[in-house]
């Protein structure tokens, strides 16, 4: 490889030679240490010759390590001033850059494509912090197979994906990812690894499709519906948010009762076996 992007030095001669300073407005915190772009491009990539599809490349500090990890790597930036930039300062013949807002991309239509090719696919990404949830819901809401997303966020919004009951962090995001994925933790990644420095500390995470389908997958929708109404009120009672969701008391306090929830526990208190049969009851008795 040519010499890194990822440090402080090579990044500030790239932004001098194309003027091309960070945007706040974009979440444009770049990585500059080679050390941390190496670890999350070889656990981005994985073992088994997938192509990796990058979300946010900015001037190219990770993308050019998935390029040697890589047999095919496509970037999807929203920012015009990057994509020139990334032709030039990267070399690589596995490297195709497109210019669009990521959640305006078809994911479907792309993921297509790469399976008819008998091509897999791992998504990758220092992704910009405020539209992390968005992004990651729509990858988890693809249709077609993905082998696995390796990201970095916001150390606050990855504890909550990974929170456990009775913790102050678990909440809807957690269950219904919980329910999806198996999350496993790459690395903290502190503050100063990155330019401009952000104020606050971030994670890796790499989320990997469960197998399993305990609800049936035209059923998951409503199941997602009745986690997050069960959390609307994070200081009720489940049977509180339950009723007003089903808009009848004794409906909810009926199926409570068969899932064998107490009615005078909240929803932080529960685990996603408890979610799903609760769900189950529900549908039995619809
Ligand atoms: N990957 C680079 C790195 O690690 O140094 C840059 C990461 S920076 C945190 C996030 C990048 O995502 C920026 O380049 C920003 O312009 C880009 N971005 C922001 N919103 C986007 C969107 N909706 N679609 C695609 N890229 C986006």
């Known amino acids: 490889m040519e010499q890194p992007i990822a440090t402080k030095k090579r990044t500030r001669e790239i932004q001098e030679k194309y003027q091309a300073q960070t945007k706040k407005s974009f979440g444009q915190n770049f990585i500059v240490e080679p050390g941390v772009v190496d670890k999350i491009a070889k656990a981005a990539c994985g073992n088994e010759g997938a192509s990796v599809i990058e ?12 390029c040697e990890y890589a047999p095919e790597v496509v970037a999807y930036e929203i920012d015009p001033r990057f994509p020139p930039i990334l032709e030039k300062e990267i070399d690589s013949d596995h490297l195709k850059v497109i210019l669009q807002d990521f959640l305006e991309t078809d994911v479907d239509k792309v993921l297509e494509d790469f399976e008819k090719q008998n091509k897999k696919v ?21 249709t077609h197979p993905v082998d696995a997303i ?26 219904i990812t919980q329910y999806r994925t198996d999350i496993k933790k790459i690395m903290d990644v502190n503050r100063n690894v990155f330019w401009p420095s952000p104020n606050v500390g971030s994670s890796v ?12 997958v035209e059923q998951e929708k409503e199941f997602f519906e009745l986690v997050k109404a069960c959390f609307t009120q994070r200081r009720k009672t489940i049977y509180n948010n339950l009723q007003e969701y089903m808009k009848d008391k004794e409906a909810a306090s009926a199926i409570l009762e068969k899932a064998g929830i ?18 189950e009851v529900m549908k039995d008795e619809d």
Request: zero cysteines.
């Open 262 to 279: 107490p009615l005078n526990a909240r929803a932080q208190q529960l685990e996603l076996s408890d979610f799903i049969r609760l769900f």
């Open 150 to 175: 390796t990201v970095m966020m916001q150390k606050e919004v990855a504890d909550r994906f990974t929170a456990r009951p009775s913790s102050k962090e678990y909440n809807a995001l957690s269950v």
């Open 205 to 216: 995470l790499q989320f990997t499709f469960k197998n399993d389908h305990p609800i049936p």
């Open 122 to 142: 791992r998504f990758a990404g220092n992704l910009p912090y405020y539209i992390t949830t968005p992004i990651l819901f729509k990858l988890f809401e693809a």
């Open 55 to 66: 979300i946010g490349p900015g001037i190219g500090a990770l993308t050019q390590y998935l």
